[in-house]
């Protein structure tokens, strides 16, 4: 007798990527030359975690009673506050409108944003690259999951594609939810330019007149980017106030390099301060009927390292030095490959970039035999340049090529 329910009888028993990370590490211990560009980690040339130093040093520091006590159910208010303040800096209308729960990593403000935006059954809205755990998320929560095509024939965001694909959700469900990770795509490195931007917003704001639209920006990524303000996009957002909702996932995971904290936020921008409050009623609810509430030692870490001035300012700087390491492979890989005829969307920063092919599965399992490590997906593989070493790269490649 199966006690399981039937719908979770068959779920698969490994994530791919974390298998696939799995077998590269057991062969390189076995002291095989490895290149491993499958885990979502960035990671120095010598092949160790690249850390920020401040937030490990302070991190130390919390006191006990910050480690050994429950936070409130949707984040101190400090908390809240700071990741408010610092995601909307310079954006004085979205931070007003602001209103934010604490989450463990991005991933618990997806599922809010899954749960609290969508009826059962219905779907959600993405580019037709996306983050894989997408897919998981709705289906651990009875959503589905829909795509429209994500480049058009300029190589740009195909906006056409997104528009038909809002009219159809509406049409059939009465809702959307779309998300868009960005700047920094997972799986292909892609950010919008503003131009982009503003055509989204059109679409989004038209088709608002039909029915309850949500934008959902998924920023895991966003202070990777080569923008010299990385929040800089937020400007072409702020028509949608009081029209369209508007969220951002933000993940504490990348910008402070500690992915094992699981310090994360849902941001929900509301204009009416009713809707605000209502808003923050719900995502408060779902806080205590998932997790309960996050860890506080690490939301006071992040609080700190958020509104303290020197903190900050070291911590930025450091980061800025990572940014550089990523980025001297993000240049070395563009100069190699571009000529080698390698296809894939533009690629300016962030930890990945995706390299289209028809045939993934049989280009991945063919690299592997040749000691380099890459995700499959449909139509293309995923490279996770932040965990090759410079000098690796040229290996890769060829391997991308071969």
């Known amino acids: 007798m199966r006690h399981l329910i039937p719908a979770r009888q068959h779920r698969p028993d490994k994530d791919v990527i974390f298998a696939l990370n799995a077998e590269a590490t057991r062969r390189k211990q076995a002291s095989e ?5 499958t885990i979502g980690s960035l990671m120095r040339d010598d092949g160790s975690l690249a850390i920020l130093d401040t937030v490990a040093s302070l991190l130390q520091q919390v006191p006990r009673e910050e480690w050994a006590a429950y936070a409130p159910i949707p984040g101190t208010p400090a908390y809240n506050q700071a990741v408010i303040d610092d995601t909307f800096a310079g954006h004085e209308a979205l931070r007003q409108a602001a209103t934010a729960v604490a989450t463990p990593g991005g991933t618990g403000a997806l599922r809010h944003a899954l749960m609290n935006y969508l009826e059962s059954g219905q779907k959600m809205l993405t580019p037709s690259f996306y983050w894989g755990p997408y897919q998981t998320l709705c289906d651990e929560h009875e959503r589905g999951l829909d795509t429209f095509s994500m480049f058009g024939a ?6 056409a594609a997104l528009d038909a694909k809002l009219a159809a959700h509406l049409a059939t469900q009465g809702r959307v939810l779309l998300f868009l990770n960005d700047p920094c795509n997972n799986p292909t490195g892609y950010s919008m330019r503003r131009t982009e931007w503003r055509q989204v917003v059109e679409r989004l704001l038209a088709h608002s007149e039909r029915g309850p639209v949500t934008l959902l920006v998924d920023m895991a990524y966003f202070l990777y980017g080569t923008a010299a303000d990385p929040r800089a996009f937020m400007r ?11 969220l951002f996932a933000w993940s504490g995971s990348k910008s402070f390099t500690h992915y094992g904290l699981r310090i994360g936020a849902l941001l929900a921008c509301e204009a009416d301060p009713q809707e605000r409050h209502a808003t923050q009623a719900a995502l408060a609810y779902a806080c205590r009927g998932t997790w309960s509430n996050c860890t506080r030692g690490g939301l006071w870490a992040v609080t700190k390292l958020l509104t303290d001035p020197a903190l900050k300012a070291r911590c930025d700087a450091e980061r800025e030095t990572l940014k550089a390491l990523l980025t001297a492979r ?3 890989f563009n100069a190699l490959a571009r000529p080698k005829g390698l296809h894939y969307p533009r690629y300016e920063g962030g930890f990945f970039v995706t390299v289209f092919t028809p045939d993934a599965e049989a280009r991945a399992a063919a690299m592997r035999e040749r000691g380099v490590y890459v995700v499959p997906q449909k139509g293309a593989v995923r490279v996770a340049l932040c965990s090759v070493a410079e000098a690796d790269v040229s290996t890769l490649v060829e391997a991308l090529v071969a």
């Open 33 to 37: 030359r490895i290149v491993n560009a």
């Open 330 to 332: 993000v240049d070395a």
């Open 236 to 246: 072409e957002l702020e028509p949608l106030l009081g029209r369209v909702g508007l």
């Open 154 to 159: 300029d190589g740009q965001l195909d906006v």
